[in-house]
Every structure is written in C-alpha cells, then in structure tokens.
T-cell receptor, first 112, second 106 residues
Framework: ETGVTQSPTHLIKTRGQQVTLRCSSQSGHNTVSWYQQALGQGPQFIFQYYREEENGRGNFPPRFSGLQFPNYSSELNVNALELDDSALYLCASSSPPGLAEYFGPGTRLTVL | GIQVEQSPPDLILQEGANSTLRCNFSDSVNNLQWFHQNPWGQLINLFY???GTKQNGRLSATTVATERYSLLYISSSQTTDSGVYFCAERDDKIIFGKGTRLHILP
C-alpha cells in the first residue's frame, strides 16, 4: 500500500509569484484535503476534493485554488504569494470523506 | 463552528514516565482523531476514535462524546514519543487543536 506523497519537499518563492504544490493520495483513497500549518500552530483546513469536485472550503481567499485528477492526485495553487503564506502545506487523503485521514510529509514553502 | 482546546500546551517528562493529554470540545464530536507530529513535520494518524476506548501498544485513547472530551494516554514514554500531539474533529471542516508539545528527556 502506497502512502500519501507530496512534492516538492521545500520551495522558496518571492512575493507576488505563483506556486503549485502536488499530492498523490494513498492507494484506494478518493478524497484529498489540503492544510496550511504556520509555525507553532495547528493545521488550518484550506479545502477538500472528493471525486474531482471541491467538497468544502476553509477561510482562505480565492487565490488559493485546487484541482483533483481522475487518479485522485491533487494540486494546490496559490497566486500572488504573500509573506504570510510561508508555512508547511500538508495534504491528507481518506476514503470516503469524513473518515480517518492520512497525511503526507508536507511541502515547506518560504516566501521572501 | 466547534472549538477544540488541548491541555497541557507543553509537557516535559523523563523517559519511562506516563502522561495524559486532554482534548475538550465545545460541541458534540462524531469524527475525532489523534495525531502525532514528529520533529520533521510528519503527521502520523494515531487513533480514529469517535467514541469508546482504543489501544495500540503503549498508547491508548478514550473519547466520551456525551461529555465532549477525549484523552490520550502514553505509558512508559520513550524519546521517540517527543513531538506535538494534535486532536482534530470534523465539523463542516476539520478543526485541529493547538496541540500539546511533548518533550521526553533521556
């Protein structure tokens, strides 16, 4: 059984740039959720995708967007990066939505 | 939405000690999970425990949904238990507590 994987592991961008983060869900899981974790805080829910459709969204602006593909992998896109977007971005998969989630290792984004 | 409070915020223990971490909720719980985040940031799913008690080796968890709390017990602590422990509940979205930072001294 393949676990949740994320790429890249680390990323440095400058303010105003755009970034795409990728996640492959655990084998057999059709639901992917994305979280932002600032230093010293708990993860904050960004949004969830279930069978290629957005299935819930947290309090994040529209410049945070996502996609889920037919193989259930997912992308998180962030436009017009701000300094406060610097964080660990975590992806989690489950099947179906609402049951136990399994997390990937995260992508650490630094915005300069 | 639901509020999640974890206590204590920080805990320093000697190797071999036992500990109890607590999670309180402002509303009833239906999909409660406990996670361990290791020093490298990886979140490990410990328990999915909407109610009752579960055990996995030295770790066990109890959720009393009607009283809106959950407890995580760690027995005979090891240095590898260090990290941050989070509880989380799915309301219309998943809400994490702020975590308990556990440091086990050798």
């Amino acid at each position: 059984e393949t676990g949740v994987t994320q790429s890249p592991t680390h990323l440095i961008k400058t303010r105003g740039q755009q970034v795409t983060l990728r996640c492959s869900s655990q084998s057999g899981h059709n639901t992917v959720s994305w979280y932002q974790q600032a230093l010293g805080q708990g993860p904050q829910f960004i949004f969830q995708y279930y069978r290629e459709e957005e299935n819930g969204r947290g309090n994040f602006p529209p410049r945070f967007s996502g996609l889920q593909f037919p193989n259930y992998s997912s992308e998180l896109n962030v436009n017009a990066l701000e300094l406060d977007d610097s964080a660990l971005y975590l992806c989690a998969s489950s099947s179906p939505p609402g049951l136990a989630e399994y997390f990937g290792p995260g992508t650490r984004l630094t915005v300069l | 939405g639901i509020q999640v409070e974890q206590s204590p915020p920080d805990l320093i223990l000697q190797e071999g000690a036992n500990s109890t971490l607590r999670c309180n909720f402002s509303d009833s719980v239906n999909n409660l999970q406990w996670f361990h985040q290791n020093p490298w940031g990886q979140l490990i799913n410990l328990f999915y425990i909407p109610s009752g008690t579960k055990q996995n080796g030295r770790l066990s968890a109890t959720t009393v949904a009607t009283e809106r709390y959950s407890l995580l017990y760690i027995s005979s602590s090891q240095t590898t238990d260090s990290g941050v422990y989070f509880c989380a509940e799915r309301d219309d979205k998943i809400i994490f507590g702020k975590g308990t930072r556990l440091h086990i001294l050798p």
